[in-house]
Structure formats: C-alpha cells, structure tokens
C-alpha cells in the first residue's frame, strides 16, 4: 500500500509543467524509439561505449566521486576530462548537476530534498525534472553549494555550455554513420543513461536492501549499480557518502570504483577514499543514526 501511495500521490500531477524541458526529453524518447528501426551491431555498440563513457566515466566517476564527494583526487586534465564526458549524458553543467545532489544529501527524504520518493515515484524519477520549479534556473539557491567550483572557470564556463560536447557530438556521428549513428549514439543511449540515473533517485530509495541503519529510505539494487555501473549500492553510499568504493563487498559490482582503482595505479588519482571493513562492521550493528562520513585514505 506504501508503495502504491507513492505513486497515486505524486507530487507531479499538482505541479505546473516545465514545457522546454518536457520538449527536449520527449523528443530524446521519440529519437530512441526511431533508433530501433534503425538498427545494426555497429550502431548498437557504439552506444554501449558512449553509455559508459557518459554515465561511467562521466557522471559516476566524474560528477558524483570526484566533483561531488571529493572521493579522490586528480590532476586537473583528468576532472576536466571526466568532467566533459558527464556533459554528454543531458544531466546538465557540474555546477547544477554537484549543486543539486550535494543538497540531497544534506535534506534525503526530508524538506528540501530535491527528489525523494515520499513526494512520489514519479516524482523521484523525472517529475521532478519536468514540472515544477525545478533547480536548473535557481542559481541563487544552489551556488552556495558549490562554492569550489565557482571559482574554476573550466567548471563555470563548461556549466553554462554544456550543450556543446553532445551537440558536437552528435555532428560528428551524423557524418561518420548518418541517422543510424545518430539516433543510437545520442538519442538512444542517452535515454537510457537518463532513466538509469533517475533510477538511483527513485528505485533505489523505494526496493532493495539495506545493510546500513540510516536515517533516510537510501537500499542497494544490484540491478540499478548494472544499469549504473555501480552507483546502485546507494544505502552503501549514504552510510559513507565520500567513499570512493560504493560496492563495499567483493560480489557488490562497481565498475566505477574499478576504473578509480585503475587511474590510482597509472598515478592519476591519489588520496582515495575508502571505507574500511571495521568501520563498516561497526556501522551495519548500530541502530539508525545521521549518516556520518567514515572513511580511511588508501594509498
């Protein structure tokens, strides 16, 4: 019944609709749906590989551990570099994308959270994109979360022109493979990238377990960290939201920590962060508590 009040009570069907935005993403849908009468292998795994660059490489490692967390560190080159892969996911410039789950963290399930699921499953999902006042033109509310990266003017230019890399993109596909790699390069992945990323805001704050006793609704999903590359292990990530690692077990899939474990051994990343297996040991036996940040450096 919980559930289903999630649903029949959403918070998106009181909320005025943001018609640019619902344009946009609407026309994305209609231009994957074309995509599968456009099909070949060629097509298909390019869009795989510009899956994971943008949702892996991108907004995992790049806009989530790195500009978010600050789950490690890396030269500039390599952030900028994550940083212009996350673009080309639709989710918006660093500064919204930072802005906006940083406040999450700070509300989860509570006022202020920009996209709990107690205003609704949709809403969690992508009501909360397209109705609404949604965040994306409130920037006297949201700089103040991100004050960091306010003052790298990479961040604050590539923040106002994040449009550019996708749409370059996209120029790019269309005259290497026509409507075939364009429509499966762009449009296709990158409605499935949106849906995966709204997953962890909605699915894995409503199914999954919890192996933390946290304060908010966050669970694990092992099939949203697949669809993910591992930002699924999201009850993981609350219990110790600037862990580098979410999957903390060996069977727990992360191929975002994998590929941070990789540029640590080429020298690219230092200072990560890791939870360590007493203080997760400690943590699963207490009861419900804030989430606090627990976590060790590994070398």
């Not at 499953?121 to 994306?136: K, R, V, Y």
């Not at 390069?185 to 849906?195: E, K, N, W």
């Not at 051994?265 to 007493?278: E, F």
Request: hydrophobic letters at 45%; glycine letters at 8%; charged letters at 15%.
């Amino acid at each position: 019944m919980l559930q289903l009040t999630r649903f029949t009570r959403d918070r998106t069907f009181t909320q005025p609709v943001v018609w640019i935005t619902t344009f946009f993403i609407g026309a994305f849908h209609v231009g994957a749906f074309a995509a599968l009468f456009f099909f070949s292998w060629k097509a298909f795994f390019l869009a795989m590989i510009l899956w994971w660059v943008a949702g892996g490489l991108g907004i995992g490692m790049g806009y989530h551990r790195l500009l978010t967390h600050r789950g490690y560190k890396t030269p500039k080159w390599i952030e900028y570099c994550l940083t212009i892969c996350a673009t080309l996911a639709l989710e918006g410039g660093p500064i919204f994308w930072v802005a906006t789950h940083r406040k999450h963290h700070q509300n989860t399930d509570r006022e202020g959270d920009p996209h709990s699921p107690h205003d609704g499953g949709f809403w969690s999902h992508m009501g909360w994109i397209i109705t609404g006042q949604t965040l994306h033109n409130n920037a006297d509310e949201l700089l103040p979360y991100v004050p960091e990266l306010r003052k790298d003017k990479f961040h604050t230019w590539i923040s106002r022109w994040h449009w550019i890399p996708i749409t370059t993109l996209g120029a790019v596909l269309f005259a290497v493979g026509g409507w075939r790699f364009l429509l499966w390069g762009i449009f296709f992945r990158t409605v499935l990238g949106l849906h995966s990323t709204w997953l962890v805001n909605s699915a894995t704050h409503m199914w999954g377990r919890r192996r933390f006793p946290t304060r908010d609704s966050s669970r694990n999903s092992l099939w949203v960290a697949l669809l993910t590359f591992g930002e699924g292990w999201h009850n993981n990530h609350h219990a110790f939201p600037q862990s580098a690692r979410h999957g903390v077990k060996w069977y727990e899939v992360d191929f975002n920590w994998y590929g941070i474990v990789i540029l640590r051994l080429l020298g690219l990343a230092r200072d990560v962060k890791s939870t360590c297996a007493d203080v997760i040991k400690a943590a699963s036996e207490q009861p419900p508590v804030d989430a606090e940040i627990a976590h060790e450096a590994v070398p």
